[in-house]
């Protein structure tokens, strides 16, 4: 074969490769998440939330109704509602040999949820989300308490956050 033709070829198929990434890149849609164009901060401001049954499901979802209303609270009419189901455990960890005592421990907040359209109670979303906070084992009994809930309303803000971000993401469809 001659040079020639093969650099024919190679300009053509260069084109054709041109061509193709240039019909695959028109098919993507980037557009931000939490745009006005979409509404989708608005319907997030429409979700009602179910009822906490502990603390820590009370902190996950004041957390929610501050980040997804915007500081206004819950609306009077909502048109989604979400079911959270909250647990929480503290892991010890570090064990000291000598004195059967945990020096560090880890609180692990679990957030299980359900996105239904209120008016027909129809399931746009379902999801499962955790979030882990570190938290060091004081000496003293009430600093080890008081310790153990500032870790817990960490992990409770972080697994409000990533729910947040689930709830954005269904609601941006």
């Not at 993507?28 to 009602?48: F, M, T």
């Not at 999801?127 to 992990?155: C, M, S, W, Y």
Request: net charge positive.
């Amino acid at each position: 074969m001659s040079s020639d033709f093969r650099s024919k070829i190679l300009r053509t198929s260069g084109a054709v490769v041109l061509i193709a990434l240039s019909a695959l890149a028109a098919g993507c849609q980037v557009r931000p998440l939490y745009s006005e164009a979409g509404g989708v901060a608005q319907k997030l401001g429409s979700i009602a939330y179910s009822d906490a049954g502990s603390r820590v499901g009370q902190v996950v979802r004041n957390k929610l109704i501050f980040l997804t209303g915007g500081g206004s609270g819950e609306p009077a009419n909502p048109e989604y509602k979400v079911d959270l189901t909250v647990n929480s455990s503290i892991t010890q960890l570090l064990l000291v040999e000598t004195s059967d005592r945990a020096r560090a421990g880890e609180a692990v907040v679990t957030v299980d949820y359900i996105l239904r359209r209120a008016t027909d109670g129809q399931v746009l979303k379902a999801g499962h989300r955790k979030a882990t906070a570190l938290v060091d084992f004081p000496v003293q009994e009430f600093a080890k308490v008081r310790a153990i809930r500032d870790a817990e309303n960490r992990a409770a803000a972080e697994a409000a956050e990533l729910v947040r971000a689930d709830l954005a993401a269904a609601l941006g469809r």
